[in-house]
């Protein structure tokens, strides 16, 4: 197929529509006698195209796209699953979409029946006693957690409590997040095992600690195994444990977060609960709570009444709100299509399905690829690049050339516990034909880096572009059209 | 045990454990405590066929009432023509990850760099960002952005014409990261320039944030304002409707640093709240301290231009805690959403949306006052959206309207009530609608 | 690999100093320049600002790298190197050859506890 090199504002040519609007009635008013002062003056350089130019256009641009449906996407971290279509067919429908947030509660019970419910199954699965489904991301929901912890201790006067643990292999938002959050941050190192150093963790603990954030299993895949004994030094020491849901895919069906001491914990609906990513958002990242800590939730919050009628209430002692209404509603509508659809039968299958799945991948690709830590893993695992790198072949190499086979590739270069980290996830809705193909597919890359290391070292070839000049692109960034009018 | 989502059949199962070396599912999680293995049922719902989901939905929905919208306060019905929910229904836009490959990612790449491009169009500042959340979190970024911008200072003010759900939620922000944040008076409806003046004056303040079109929906003149600002070295922030940037006067041309808001605006459904799209715009200077995701042009080893996400050492990922913000995750696929709507719409269609906004607010607000049951609550230039004062009694008002399927006038402070009105409202629901005060 | 170069002190946050009675020269080592790789951008305090010993003062950004810039030194900047805001590359092309601030000293005292050449080189070993 031929490239497509077009912005849509090449596509433009003055006095062409792409729309049409009602005939204006009320032409006795008019914006024109709104004083000068108030009215733009500048140019606004739209396009101007016609509707099919919009619908070419647009179609051509997505061609350049990789999505799950494309093709396998083992993206650590990531949970790239297969993203169900009657959930798009069930967040279109008009009965939810034309709502506005703020009309009275009588006329949109079924949106916070749907709110609640989805709440409350969130609730179960997680074994915590209450969630909010208002912030809008996975780091939206870790800030609004933190932001739980800091105003449990502000309640109890207790404002020492500023320093929030946080192990060395954790995801980027979470330090970023209590950051944001006013927390310092105190880092626990990991043992050799990847496992969080109990030993280093207990002199760490006194009473400036707020908490700790874990990710369980974290991110090289792994169970903490001291997860209970970690509980029980950090609520001893007068903290909170915050758990970052974004691993919780493979524990559906085998453990729950609030059995093993958590407190806080988001879930990101857009991993776990199968809504798309959508090129980076909308996601969505409910926060659920321990009961001491619900009425800390931000506003505002969805209720029921004895007489089974919804209602939205604002509490005195909510932390705030971190949300314009109620957080992305139709991703709920979403994961709660989800949830209905796969019922309790089938979601208990999630975790072990996709832990078979990327054990599968691990076992069979060792020997190619150096894998650190020899454990069972979760849902996902880390390899530190090949075993022979003796060529100079290095992970981006490798990443750059899965693009050429048609996958998408891992994460890499995180953790950074590894200097050549690729975090392989597979999910449970690949099947063994597609972890074979790939899995062949790793060896033929390990075997080419031995062979002809520079067709790894200059991959991708086939790729609608090839790698880019990102040194120039930071040095001398070029934002919007008019940057780059002004290059030519 | 096979679900239309597991492609596992048995045999594929006892072949992979074989692989592994296990026997079970079960010895894969060997490795956790006893204690806190699962072994119950869930307490949900069994599982649905695609039918009985269906039906599950319709039912629920039967339970919402959609009603004719003349109220905005934050959210507004516009029009959102077909075109834009067929193609970002497209699985390579909506089921990719945020573009880290950019070789296999230049749709969503290049789709940002329009979006962008178009943002800066409309609010005069060269620099955009891949979106924010939503409009509220899109202003406590700013504010974030102001006070790492102005060194050693930490004190923001805040127009108290700014949105309430705007307002609550730059609070929250800045009360857990530690920002001093004071409020401007309001004056008629507006900010009150000389209060700002007096608290700009002690010289400890990193930036001033206020809104275009306001609360009450009034215009507000900000003349002056940048000079006043920028003369104590802090920054001037604009909440904007980018809707009504098509003929309002921009951030830019306002002399702000940095614009922020929400993109609801550029014709996307109310869906209850969300998910809508949050922006920030901010001039050239700034771009380091922009938070998220940026695209960025550039070229290929053979020279074919292509996009990228550049600066990235700001983020989150790279900076872990020294970053300017925690987003990672934005509402990249609603920021296509509203890139499409401005291609189609353009600067005339963009033109038109607001003179027809307006004139139906215009129409409605003098529908209104003629009445007698109104009386304006200030005397302050607006687009589409205003606030009357009404000496009926205001439930009982919204009410009969609610019951008659219209959804008015939110009431914002004793007996006054807010109204809004967008192209797609009609003259004839407007008369309707000021026909049923007479049956109070 | 990476030089260094004799009669400089150096940080162990790879930064070096160079200094001229009351002055001090601060950048960054070729040690540090080679890990972080190609750089982008220097953010540079301005002119007039203090600077704390072991307090930041700056950072240098690769494309998926960012460092701070750490002070060995307190004092006052009285310059910063303006070719670096054009050209950050210089500080790969010769780290040791483009200064990023120059110090009005406060404490001359504070030079004692950096490196000399040769520990410093150890250290990186």
């Not at chain 1, 200059?458 to 880019?468: E, F, I, Y």
């Not at chain 2, 550029?266 to 695209?295: D, H």
């Not at chain 2, 300017?324 to 509203?338: G, H, K, P, T």
């Not at chain 3, 950004?61 to 210089?90: C, F, M, R, T, Y």
């Amino acid at each position: 197929m031929k490239y497509y090199d077009k912005l849509i504002f090449e596509l433009s040519k003055e006095g062409r529509r792409g729309y049409t609007l009602p005939e204006n009635r009320l032409q006795q008013y008019s914006t024109d006698t709104l004083p000068a002062s108030l009215k733009r003056e500048a140019e606004l350089m739209l396009p101007e195209v016609s509707e099919f130019d919009v619908v070419r256009h647009y179609t051509n641009v997505s061609n350049k796209n990789f999505g799950v449906d494309t093709g396998f996407y083992p993206l650590g971290s990531c949970t790239m699953k297969y993203n169900p279509k009657l959930n798009e067919e069930m967040a279109a429908l008009p009965a939810f979409t034309s709502l506005h947030p703020l009309q009275p509660e009588e006329t949109v019970q079924g949106a916070l029946e749907l709110y609640y419910n989805l709440s409350h199954a969130l609730a179960e699965i997680s074994g915590l006693a209450e969630f909010t489904l208002n912030p809008f991301a996975g780091a939206h929901g870790e800030l609004t957690g933190l932001m739980v912890m800091r105003q449990y201790h502000i309640q109890r006067g207790d404002l020492k409590r500023t320093k929030v643990i946080v192990p060395n292999s954790a995801h980027g938002t979470n330090p970023a997040s209590a950051a944001v959050c006013g927390l310092e941050i105190v880092e626990v190192k990991s043992k050799e095992n990847g496992r969080i150093d109990v030993a280093d963790l207990k002199p760490l603990l006194n009473d400036t600690i707020a908490g700790i954030m874990m990710t369980n299993p974290n991110t090289l895949g792994l169970f903490e195994t001291e997860v209970l004994e970690i509980a029980e030094l950090i609520h001893a020491c007068g903290g909170l444990l915050y758990y970052d849901g974004a691993n919780l895919n493979p524990l559906l069906g085998k453990c729950r977060p609030g059995d093993m001491g958590f407190d806080i914990m988001h879930i990101n609906l857009h991993k776990t609960f199968s809504t798309p990513h959508g090129g980076g958002g909308p996601g969505s990242g409910p926060v659920g709570v321990a009961s001491a800590l619900v009425d800390y939730l931000p506003n505002p919050h969805v209720k029921k009444r004895a007489d089974g009628t919804f209602y939205v209430e604002n509490g005195d002692k909510a932390l705030g709100s971190v949300s314009g209404f109620l957080g992305n509603f139709s991703v709920m509508v979403r994961a709660y299509t989800y949830i209905l659809s796969l019922g309790k039968e089938n979601i208990k299958m999630v975790g072990p399905l996709a832990t078979l799945n990327a054990n599968y991948i691990k076992e069979s690709l060792k020997e190619d690829y150096y894998l650190p830590i020899e454990d069972i893993c979760k849902h996902e695992f880390v390899f530190d690049g090949l075993v022979d790198k003796s060529t100079g072949v290095t992970t981006l190499d490798i990443a750059k050339r899965l693009l050429d086979y048609g996958y998408h590739a891992p994460t890499i270069y995180f953790p950074l516990l590894f200097h050549q980290s690729i975090m392989i996830e597979p999910t449970e809705t690949e099947s063994i034909e597609t972890l074979d193909e790939f899995i062949h597919i790793m060896k033929v890359v390990a075997q080419e880096a031995k062979d002809d290391p520079e067709s790894v070292r200059t991959a991708p070839h086939t790729t609608p572009v090839r790698r880019l000049d990102e040194t120039t692109a930071a040095k001398h960034p070029i934002l919007s059209y008019r940057d780059l009018l002004k290059e030519v | 045990m096979n679900y239309k989502y597991f492609p596992h059949t048995e045999a594929d199962i006892e072949q992979m454990l074989q692989r592994i070396g296990v026997a079970s599912l079960d010895e894969l999680y060997a490795e956790i405590p006893e204690s806190v293995i699962w072994k119950k049922e869930y307490n949900l719902p069994s599982c649905m066929s695609e039918l009985e989901v269906r039906n599950y939905f319709d039912e629920l929905g039967k339970k919402n009432c959609p009603l004719t919208v003349f109220a905005g306060a934050g959210a507004y019905d516009h029009y959102a023509p077909s075109v834009i929910s067929q193609l970002i229904s497209r699985s390579e836009f909506l089921t990719a990850y945020t573009p880290y490959q950019p070789e296999i990612s230049q749709g969503t790449l290049q789709y940002i760099f329009e979006f962008q491009s178009m943002i800066s169009e409309l609010t005069g500042l060269e620099c955009t960002n891949a979106s924010m959340y939503d409009g509220p979190t899109a202003t406590a970024e700013a504010m974030f952005m102001a006070v790492a911008s102005v060194k050693k200072r930490n004190k923001v003010l805040i127009s108290e014409t700014v949105n309430p759900n705007v307002m609550r939620v730059v609070k929250t922000y800045a009360q857990y990261h530690g920002v001093a944040l004071e409020t401007i008076l309001e004056k008629e409806g507006c900010t009150d320039k000389a209060d700002m003046e007096c608290k700009l004056m002690a010289g400890d303040v990193a930036g001033v944030i206020a809104a275009s079109p306001n609360k009450y929906g009034i215009i507000e003149d900000f003349t002056g304002f940048a000079e006043t600002i920028h003369a104590q070295k802090a920054l001037f922030i604009l909440n904007a409707d980018p809707s009504t940037l098509a003929v309002l006067k921009t951030p830019g041309e306002w002399g702000a640093d940095i614009a922020c808001g929400d993109g609801q605006t550029l014709g996307m459904p109310l869906n209850f709240g969300g998910p809508y799209v949050g922006y920030l715009s901010c001039k050239k200077e700034l771009v380091r301290k922009l938070p998220g995701r940026i695209v960025g042009a550039t070229k290929d080893v053979d020279g074919k231009r292509a996009f990228v996400l550049t600066l990235q050492a700001r983020e989150q990922h790279i900076r872990r805690e020294k970053a300017n913000s925690n987003i990672c995750s934005n509402q990249s696929l609603m920021a296509l959403y509203v890139t499409i709507y401005m291609s189609l719409m353009g600067k005339q269609g963009l033109r038109e949306v607001n003179e027809l906004s307006y004139s139906g607010a215009h129409y409605l607000y003098d529908q209104l006052l003629a009445t007698g049951k109104f009386t304006p609550a200030f005397d302050k230039p607006f687009l589409k959206e205003f606030a009357l004062r009404t000496s009926l009694c205001p439930k009982t008002l919204q009410e009969k309207w609610k019951e008659n399927g219209f959804f008015a006038g939110i009431e914002i402070a004793d007996g006054v009530l807010l109204f809004s009105v967008t192209e797609k409202r009609t003259k004839e629901e407007i008369d309707r609608l000021v026909a049923l005060i007479k049956e109070v | 690999m990476s030089t260094i170069v004799e009669g400089l002190r150096y940080a162990e946050s790879h930064e070096w100093v160079k200094v001229e009675s009351e002055y001090a020269y601060v950048g960054i080592t070729d040690y540090a320049q080679n890990a972080l790789g190609n750089i982008v951008y220097v953010d540079m305090p301005e002119v007039d600002d203090e600077v704390f010993k072991d307090e930041e003062f700056g950072a240098v950004e690769s494309v998926k790298a960012a460092s701070d810039l750490i002070s060995p030194v307190s004092g006052v900047v009285v310059e910063i190197n303006e070719k670096l805001e054009e050209a950050p590359e210089l500080l790969n092309q010769d780290a040791f050859g483009n200064w990023i601030m120059k110090v009005k000293l406060t404490d001359i005292s504070e030079l004692d506890s950096l490196l000399d050449a040769k520990t410093y080189e150890a250290m990186c070993e």
